[in-house]
């Protein structure tokens, strides 16, 4: 079992929908990521948080709005999709974003599709 | 930016070797990972490089060249459940973690 949940597993919305992904780790870790995998690629970073503020974006659409609460929760809240936004989301944390050594531990995703 | 290349498709047999080539090109390196992924499934941590030679994880080793920007993944003693795609990532100087497009390979009976 993975020690990153995330909610939901899946999600179908139209595109004038407004939805939250949800990632929680309670591994102690200090940076969490948000990664896109769309079917047969590698997952592509989206953004990263450190410490609980945002280190890393991307250059990720603004239809994508990130959010971390607190160092244990991390959101990603849609707006607006296109339908070429249907991917695996995957959450991702490590204990520090320094610290090259420490692998990313991933989260089971949740398997976004708009209509 | 990042290069990272590597087999699209393996195929091996139960209980055999299977070894995955992966080269990179990369703006910074601060270590080579390796990840397994089922289809369907999140990635899951395999193995971690930073510096040159190898490491080994019961049936399963991963090597670096750090001045060839060359790493490989071997499997040994194959199982169906190996069947599964593997991702080299690299790590750069910006602490990003990069991944290839992945190997999938194919364990037959």
């Known amino acids: 079992d993975t020690e990153v949940t995330q909610t939901p597993k899946h999600l179908v919305m139209g595109m004038t929908n407004k939805k939250s992904l949800k990632c929680e780790q309670h591994m102690g870790h200090r940076a969490m990521y948000w990664y896109k995998q769309k079917a047969k690629k590698p997952p592509e970073l989206m953004f990263v948080y450190s410490y609980e503020k945002l280190s890393i974006n991307e250059s990720v659409p603004s239809r994508f709005s990130p959010e971390c609460p607190n160092s244990s929760l991390l959101n990603l809240h849609l707006h607006a999709l296109q339908p070429e936004d249907s991917a695996l989301y995957l959450c991702?944390?490590?204990?520090?974003?320094?610290?090259?050594?420490?692998?990313?531990?991933f989260g089971n995703g949740t398997r976004l599709t708009v209509t | 930016g990042q290069n990272i290349d590597q087999p699209t498709e393996m195929t091996a047999t139960e209980g055999a070797i299977v070894q995955i080539n992966c080269t990179y090109q990369?703006?910074?390196?601060?270590?080579l990972f390796w990840y397994q992924q089922h289809a369907g499934e999140a990635p899951t941590f395999l193995s971690y490089?930073?510096?040159?030679g190898l490491e080994e994880k019961g049936r399963f080793s991963s090597f670096l060249s750090r001045s060839k920007g060359y790493s490989y993944l071997l499997l040994k003693e194959l199982q169906m459940k190996d069947s599964a795609s593997y991702l080299c990532a690299v790590r750069d100087g910006d602490y990003k973690l990069s991944f290839g497009a992945g190997t999938t390979v194919t364990v037959r009976a």
């Open positions: 991702a944390s490590s204990p520090e974003t320094g610290t090259g050594w420490a692998p990313l531990h």
């Open positions: 990369t703006s910074g390196f601060n270590g």
């Open positions: 490089n930073v510096l040159d």
